[in-house]
């Protein structure tokens, strides 16, 4: 039996750990990006605008679902797809505040 370690770390570090491992493919980012472009839910097939399989891509929209950054609502035999925009925002401010966190001077010794 594998015993996972991200539980030796805080709540806080683990969250923002599974936000980036959501944003951590380019499937993904493509997806959010054509989700904010639309600026309304969508139904149809979000695979044509990818370079992947069907398959595929509902395995993306299924990590970004479940990281709570999209919304995919079953209406008939259509599922309607949309960013949930308040957790986009919280999103921004968890990574605008992880990286402000970062502090590198500027003669930092490794260049």
Do not use: W
């Not at 949309?82 to 010794?109: N, R, T, W």
């Amino acid at each position: 039996m594998v015993v996972s370690k991200t539980g030796l770390f805080d709540k806080g570090l683990q969250s923002k750990a599974n936000l980036f491992k959501a944003l951590a493919h380019p499937a993904r980012l493509q997806i959010i990006q054509f989700l904010a472009a639309q600026k309304s839910c969508i139904s149809g097939d979000i695979s044509e605008e990818l370079p992947l399989s069907r398959t595929t891509v509902n395995q993306h929209l299924k990590e970004l679902k479940k990281a709570g950054l999209i919304q995919g609502i079953v209406s008939g035999v259509k599922t309607n797809y949309c960013l949930d925009y308040a957790v986009i925002q919280d999103s921004k401010e968890i990574i605008s505040g992880f990286l402000d966190e970062i502090k590198v001077p500027m003669s930092f010794c490794c260049k």
